[in-house]
């Protein structure tokens, strides 16, 4: 029996479940934003909200997988046990606040910071080479800590970051 050739698709099952839970997030964010007028701050605010709600929701699915896992390339993780339980729950409070439009500077600022950790964190894990698990899916979907991984917390960072300079500069947020 080829076991590579399993994982191979096992992999690509995963990702395809990864890719539609964004996909799904992307349609519910057009959605939402477009109910008055479109504004792309609002479709961010949408997609940030159902990303940070679906996906804390998941780390509270393996929730003591996700503990144990994630300060093997969280550098705040490593450090701080504490951390390690309450970023589920920072996740959903992000999510929260991202849907109902609360604090949006305290909330972008914050989603910046974490999530340029995050990135940094991944980056070094991916540059040790070694093959692990992502906790960040709480392993409802079992993929390995991968280039994906980075990008999630990279585009989320840029998403924050657009938001707050369009906060700054006075960009319309929301209708």
């Known amino acids: ?25 992307a349609a519910a964010a057009t959605l939402m934003s477009t109910t008055v007028e479109f504004h792309w701050t609002d479709w961010m605010r ?40 309450l970023y589920p729950f920072i996740e959903i409070s992000l999510g929260v606040a ?24 991944v980056s070094k894990g991916l540059a040790r080479r070694g093959s692990f698990h992502c906790a960040c899916l709480g392993g409802v979907i079992k993929l390995p800590l991968s280039t994906v991984t980075l990008l999630e917390d990279l585009i989320m960072a840029v998403m924050a970051a657009l938001m707050i300079l369009a906060m700054v500069t006075g960009q319309v947020i929301s209708p």
């Open 1 to 25: 029996m080829n076991h590579a050739h399993m994982k191979t698709d096992s992999s690509k099952k995963e990702y395809f479940k990864l890719f539609g839970i964004f996909f799904i997030l």
């Open 98 to 121: 991202y849907i109902l439009d609360m604090a949006p500077l305290l909330r972008d600022s914050v989603t910046l910071t974490i999530m340029l950790v995050g990135a940094y964190g």
């Open 46 to 85: 949408w997609f940030m909200g159902g990303f940070f709600l679906v996906f804390g929701s998941f780390k509270l699915i393996g929730y003591e997988m996700f503990v144990k896992m994630f300060p093997q390339y969280d550098v705040i993780g490593r450090r701080y046990k504490l951390y390690n339980y």
